[in-house]
């Protein structure tokens, strides 16, 4: 393969622009590939998440070739050798009614690919569609461009008095001056993006995520410990540490379309104790309870699922938006769940029924970021259109989304996309980066502090790792 860079321009759907497994530079303007393996993948991608085996969404399953012989509440999903008569063909056609999937419009290549499928007898490949994940797609990263330097993750310390950020390829130490963050140190972090990071409870380690790499900081001095290449397939999307197992971090792996894999790591030898297929998409944001006994994930494939993180068992799962959802976080005592979505939605749940309690108005933007504030009064969110919202004083609906299901408001508008959010622990300050690399702060009213521009802002004296 010749050599490429990418990275997560942003979390909303709008703007995924994933290279997908095993699929050569250009594919996407040549000839479809006659292969039943591609048809996989396409339904895989796109259909399976709302048509397997058990969701059925209107009685139809896309599981098997039988399946979509026998089809759902209207009949048959496919006419062999006919693809023009076929529902399943039907649907997915820009001015179909109802359109499937729901708010996405497949490629003309995609469409190509299942025309022929049916027109050729639409042969089946079980494995293609129902087995392990591919392996991971040899990849070679070109050095990162100068100009982008989206920020991406963002984590202050538990205490409070250091802010972490990942700049482009870098992460930034600050601390906390009652005048604003002030910049201890920066060092060139990862070959990627940094897409993730988290403190360890005493405050003295910084583990940091991005492509196919772990990274292990020493926050005294912001110098690597340790770094973990081996055993992960995709970018490190998400990190919390497990406080009732010291020196241990949840990860969230993957490969898009594909699987969505938890993966549990000793930050002190850099191995991956265990590992397990969470979603069959990406794992966009984890939350966990503040007792640990609970993980929770939230998926491309449009669900929340919760974990008991000690053994990877399955607990629960809500069928949570109508599209990816981006963000998730529980409330100071556990009870309840909020999520946000690409669908432009934030839903709060009962985490011990399952049931959705509130479901907040359509906004104009896809929710990228969330937190809950420990003091319980808050929940603070960014979007991808570059507004901060908080919200208070949630009340649970009786049915009908309602106007009055909680106190909204903007906080503020920024220019750019809004990607990331910290709270501090008593909830009187957040910060948020942004696509064109500032990190922008506010206390709990709303009222701004002074941007940070993190690509340019001075530091004392370099501290730069060894590199990787």
């Known amino acids: 393969m010749g050599r490429f860079h990418f990275t997560l321009q942003s979390r909303s759907t709008a703007a995924l622009l994933c290279i997908s497994a095993g699929m050569p530079l250009g594919a996407a303007e040549g000839k479809p590939d006659p292969e039943p393996a591609e ?13 397997n085996e058990e969701k059925r969404k209107g009685g139809l399953a896309l599981t098997s070739r039988e399946a979509l012989l026998k089809g759902g509440e209207s009949g048959a999903a496919v006419i062999e050798g006919n693809p023009d008569a076929s529902p399943l063909i039907q649907s997915l056609a820009a001015d179909a009614d109802p359109h499937m999937p729901p708010k996405k419009q497949l490629s003309d290549v995609d469409l190509t690919q299942l025309r022929n499928w049916v027109r050729d007898g639409f042969a089946w490949d079980a494995a293609a569609l129902a087995g392990p994940a591919s392996a991971p797609r040899p ?17 202050l310390s538990p205490d409070g008095s250091r802010l972490a950020a990942g700049c482009g390829n870098e992460v930034l130490l600050f601390k ?37 790499r772990v990274v292990v900081w ?41 699987s969505g894999v938890v993966r ?49 068992t399955e607990t629960a799962r809500l069928e949570a938006h109508s599209s990816q959802v981006l963000s998730v976080a529980f409330n100071p005592d556990d009870t309840q769940l909020i999520t946000g979505g690409a669908d432009r939605q934030l839903k709060v749940w009962d985490a011990g029924t399952r049931g959705n309690l509130i479901s907040l108005p359509v906004r104009d933007s896809a929710f990228n970021a969330l937190d809950w504030s ?57 910060f948020a980066g942004s696509h064109n690399g500032t990190i922008f702060g506010w206390d709990k009213e709303g009222k701004p502090m002074d941007p940070i521009r993190a690509a340019t802002v001075s530091v004392p004296t370099a501290i730069t790792p060894p590199p990787p």
């Open 39 to 51: 048809a996989m993948r396409v339904l895989k991608a796109n259909c399976l998440s709302c048509h």
């Open 139 to 155: 990849v070679s990263l070109a050095a990162m461009s100068s100009a982008y330097k989206p920020i991406m993750a963002l984590a």
């Open 176 to 212: 906390m001056d009652p005048a604003g963050p002030v910049l201890l140190a920066r060092a060139q972090a990862h070959p990627d993006t940094v897409q993730s990071m988290a403190w360890m409870p005493d405050g003295k380690i910084l583990v940091t995520g991005a492509f196919r």
């Open 218 to 258: 020493n926050t005294e001095n912001l110098t690597l410990l340790r770094e973990t290449v081996s055993g992960l397939t995709d970018r490190i999307s998400s990190i919390l540490v497990l406080p009732q197992a010291p020196g241990q971090a949840v990860l969230a792996d993957g490969l898009t379309a594909e």
């Open 264 to 312: 549990v790591l000793d930050t002190g030898s850099g191995h991956v104790l265990r590992s397990w297929t969470a979603h069959t998409d990406t794992i966009y944001a984890m939350a966990l309870s503040h007792d640990g006994k609970h993980l929770a994930t939230a998926g491309g494939d449009k669900l929340v699922k919760l974990w008991d993180p000690a053994t990877g």
């Open 374 to 430: 420990t003091s319980g009064a808050a929940v603070f969110a960014v979007m991808n259109d570059g507004a901060v919202m908080k919200y208070t004083n949630f009340k649970a609906h009786t049915g009908a989304q309602s106007s009055e299901t909680g106190n909204e408001r903007r906080l503020g508008k920024v220019e750019s996309a809004l990607y990331c959010l910290t709270v501090s622990p008593d909830g009187e300050r957040f």
